[in-house]
């Protein structure tokens, strides 16, 4: 049985004891595991592991990840908040909070060592990632010259593209 407002390219795909919020679209390589799932209006290109939640109006790219209770996140409960955009390729061992950013390809799990920048771009410190887990407005990146994992204040916003989630 599918709710109305959700689209699921795939139904195999979805776990049963999942819960697909409304608005979802779950695309062909999405996934999402039991005792997971959405909030409302996402885009699911990625995977959703056990235990993970995703709010509202967030982007999980196409093959990115999120580590749950059975992948490798242990006891850390590991959410995206609202608005977020983890990018292709990428994935997450920490919690996110609202309006954060994980470009592509970057991996940030909870031992990752990052280094917290400025708005001027200068190094404040170096952390763990799991000392930002759960914060908002955060965006994290790799940088390309040193390969160094950043992390800045994020300063915009993410939309959904509104033609994909009218389900008219």
Known sequence: VVPNGIRIADTARVRLGAYVGEGTTVMHEGFINFNAG???TAMIEGRISAGVVIGTGSDLGGGCSTMGTLSGGGTAIISVGKDCLIGANAGIGIALG?????????????????SLLDN????VELIKARELSGKSDLLFRRNSQTGAVECKSNKTRIA???DLHSHN
């Open 38 to 40: 959405t909030e409302g």
């Open 98 to 114: 609202d309006r954060c950013i994980v470009e592509a390809g970057l991996y940030v799990t909870g031992g990752t060592k990052v």
């Open 120 to 123: 001027e771009g200068e190094l």
């Open 160 to 162: 959904l593209n509104e």
